[in-house]
């Protein structure tokens, strides 16, 4: 090797050991130059934590995968590797990490630690049992066939059902961050999590999730239970989301009523058999807690819209709240005498019963505490507040501290953070200050895509705003005539629910030669499936689609956004974020985020060299806002403006 090469010039540079076993590959510059960079960065004699912004199409996973494995294996240090969703972990363990070992030749161990909600958690499916084969609008059909599974599983993966993906049984025994028992639990032998997590123990890479891992790092003790050295964290950009949903507080009245059925329920009550008297005043004051409490759930329902801020607390609903906890206060104390058991002599985690009973205490105990919580809205607007449906929610307004805390306190040597979509303006400020991470490095690649050539962007003034008269019908009139005159092949981004019903009525409702494909109507990766092999189909969604949606070729040449995706003014958490920072929450928050989920939705167009295609933004703010300097962020291509004057579009400059 010349003595001038780098080391990662072997794997990726012309001639190297990619091009010379992978008929398909084909060199990339900035695959090579992250790949060097991320060298660079692990050959520093110091912990690092090197962050980079590396667009669709540059081989990001292999250029991460290839240094890290040749500095760790080695030195038999362990890699950490968490992305957000489960397709990227899925294509890592079949395709990726097979292809290196292969190719570089490393005797390297590696699985997929899914996230928790992948696993039955065996309490809970055994609870359902207890409560009688609930049927799901199927005459328990479908319990019964959990029931036989959960003996013969060797995973727990609830993939293995052939059940719908949203199968309503599947939230009832999924295993859960909140309400896990972890050394506590009767069944932790037979746990799934507990087993996937020993097996990890013999990996040298694990591929897992940030809710999983923030699960651990964020609550209890506050260590992932498996030791690693290097940690890379993929599409970064959904950090602070996961670890505002692992910190959410949330009771439900569906949460107390099966708390109260639950087979804890009949074990710690049978702790009092030999006292017949309490047994009675138990079922009493349990008899209390469900009749308060469903008092306070209906109450909560007439006075508290759902889905709308509570920045004060509700004096009526937080009394009834009292009340409830009080009844479990009650019923708690009466059976301190099984807490105390366990002080008197050392608690024997084997006692199933035993276990069950204190397991379930603690489960009361922790409602009471979260219903409290939620109903004082004692740290507005530090913390957000709403309902939503049936249940009480609270979330961290900022996470900056916990994502910190959670990525950073681990200690490992190094740390990677990449993903397609993390500047606005080139700049990493708003990633870092909604992280709260400090990068040693930093680096931005360039699109490999020849974008300028590949793509127009087209933005079109609707003249009406959102609330004025007429303003539906209008994005139904141009939307379709925008996916007819493109013959389908289109993915339509929507900012709200209600728009992506009626523009996926409008346009079922017309004549033309493409079938349409609209969010909810199927599971979503079905959705997906179909758009993707369909290729004149067009697919309706909201904004939410705006990642995930990988369709190269013919059958994606068009993306429609209806407006800039600023997050939804209403959202509780963005209000409490207004609150917390004023006015400026606009342009540190607000405007950044509206800005990187463009660019995500815009992601969806190009996805290889030789896709062509347009994206059409029916907001004329775009260009009208300069002081929003929203086309910094839109990639460097000519954009042309177009006016809809009632029905009718007219052409009006290209800027
Ligand atoms: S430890 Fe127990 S409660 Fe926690 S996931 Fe496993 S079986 Fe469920």
């Given at each position: 090797m010349n003595s001038n090469m780098h080391p990662m010039d072997k794997i990726f540079a012309p001639s190297g050991l990619f091009e010379k076993n992978f008929e398909d590959y084909e060199y990339r510059e900035p695959q090579l130059l992250l790949a060097q960079k991320i060298w660079d960065s692990f050959m520093q004699q110091r912990n690092t934590v090197f962050v980079a912004e590396a667009p669709t199409g540059i081989g990001k996973t292999f250029a991460l995968l290839a240094p890290a494995l040749k500095w760790a294996l080695p030195q038999e240090k362990r890699i950490l590797f968490l992305t957000a969703g489960i397709t990227l972990q899925e294509q890592l363990i079949r395709k990726d990490l097979p292809r290196l070992k292969e190719l570089l030749g490393y005797d390297v161990s590696f699985g997929l630690l899914k996230g928790r909600g992948n696993y039955v958690c065996v309490r809970r499916a055994l609870e359902l049992e207890h409560e009688g084969f609930l049927s799901f609008g199927d005459s328990g059909a479908a319990s019964i066939y959990l029931s036989e599974w959960l003996k013969k599983t060797q995973t727990g993966d609830l993939s293995e059902l052939k059940l719908p993906s949203d199968f309503p049984i599947f939230p009832r025994v999924a295993a859960q961050v909140?309400?896990?028992?972890?050394?506590?639990?009767?069944?932790r032998d037979r746990c799934f999590i507990q087993k996937a997590l020993k097996k990890a123990q013999n990996w040298d890479v694990i591929v897992s999730n940030y809710h999983m891992y923030f699960a651990y790092v964020m609550n209890g003790?506050?260590?992932?239970?498996v030791d690693f050295d290097v940690l890379i964290c993929d599409e970064a950009h959904r950090m602070v989301d996961a670890a505002r949903s692992i910190s959410s507080v949330r009771v439900s009245w569906e949460d107390l009523v099966r708390l109260l059925r639950s087979k804890g329920a009949a074990t710690a009550e049978s702790f009092l058999s030999n006292r017949e008297e309490e047994q009675g005043v138990l079922r009493d004051e349990l008899s209390s807690v469900q009749e308060e409490g469903r008092k306070l759930f209906e109450l909560l329902e007439v006075s508290i819209a759902d889905g709308v801020l509570i920045p004060v607390r509700n004096e009526e609903l937080y009394r009834c709240g009292l009340l409830v906890s009080s009844h479990i206060e009650t019923a708690l104390k009466m059976l301190r005498s099984i807490e105390e058991l366990c002080n008197e002599k050392p608690?024997?985690?084997?006692d199933g019963p035993l276990a069950l009973a204190l397991a379930w205490i603690e489960e009361v105990r922790l409602f009471s505490h979260s219903l409290q919580w939620c109903l004082a809205v004692g740290h507005f607007p530090e913390w957000a507040y709403w309902r939503e449906g049936d249940a009480l929610v609270s979330e961290p307004t900022l996470c900056s501290d916990k994502v910190s805390e959670g990525i950073?306190?681990?200690?490992?040597e190094k740390i990677i953070a990449i993903s397609a979509t993390m500047t606005v303006e080139g700049s990493f400020d708003f990633w870092k200050r909604e992280t709260g991470i400090i990068p040693t490095d930093t680096y931005v690649l360039e699109s490999p895509f020849d974008l300028e050539k590949q793509m127009k962007i087209l933005v079109v003034d609707l003249g009406l705003k959102v609330i004025e008269k007429g303003y539906d019908e209008r994005v139904c009139r141009v939307v379709e005539r925008l996916c007819n005159d493109n013959g389908g092949s289109s993915l339509v981004l929507l900012s709200s629910m209600r728009l992506v019903k009626k523009v996926g009525n409008w346009l079922k409702g017309s004549q033309h030669p493409y079938t349409v494909y609209v969010q909810n109507e199927l599971p979503r990766t079905e959705l997906l499936e179909r758009f993707r092999s369909d290729l004149s189909s067009v697919l309706i969604g909201s904004v939410s689609f705006r990642e995930g949606v990988d369709v190269p070729g013919e059958g994606l040449t068009q993306v429609i956004i209806d407006?800039?995706?600023?997050?939804?003014?209403?959202?509780p958490v963005v209000q409490s974020r207004n609150e917390l920072e004023g006015r400026k929450a606009f342009v540190t928050v607000i405007l950044p985020q509206a800005k990187m989920f463009l660019r995500q939705a815009l992601g969806r167009l190009i996805r290889s060299k030789s896709d062509q295609g347009r994206v059409v933004i029916l907001d004329g703010r775009i260009i009208d806002r300069q002081d929003w300097r929203i086309r910094k962020d839109l990639p460097l291509v000519p954009i042309q403006r177009f006016t809809v004057k009632s029905n009718s579009v007219a052409h009006e400059k290209t800027v």
């Open positions: 909140r309400g896990c028992l972890g050394h506590r639990c009767p069944y003790k506050g260590t992932f239970p608690y024997d985690v084997d950073l306190s681990q200690k490992a407006r800039i995706p600023f997050p939804h003014p209403k959202d």
